[in-house]
């Protein structure tokens, strides 16, 4: 895994947390947690397709 994935993660989970914060501190706690519901699924769209090079190589080394 390159480092470059886990600073992208970590940068976005930064940003979203700030901006949840700045929205919870503002009483619009609805849209802090749809931004945040919205930052997991986001973040777990970027891993799919990390996962699925996973599945191939491990395809390849054993044969499968």
Do not use: H, Y
């Amino acid at each position: 895994m390159d480092i470059t994935v886990l600073l992208k993660i970590a940068g976005a989970g930064f940003l979203i947390a700030a901006s949840c914060q700045i929205l919870q501190k503002s009483g619009r706690d609805e849209m802090a947690l749809l931004l945040s519901l919205t930052g997991i699924v986001s973040v777990l769209f970027f891993l799919m397709g990390r996962v699925g090079e996973l599945f191939g190589e491990i395809r390849a080394v054993f044969g499968l």
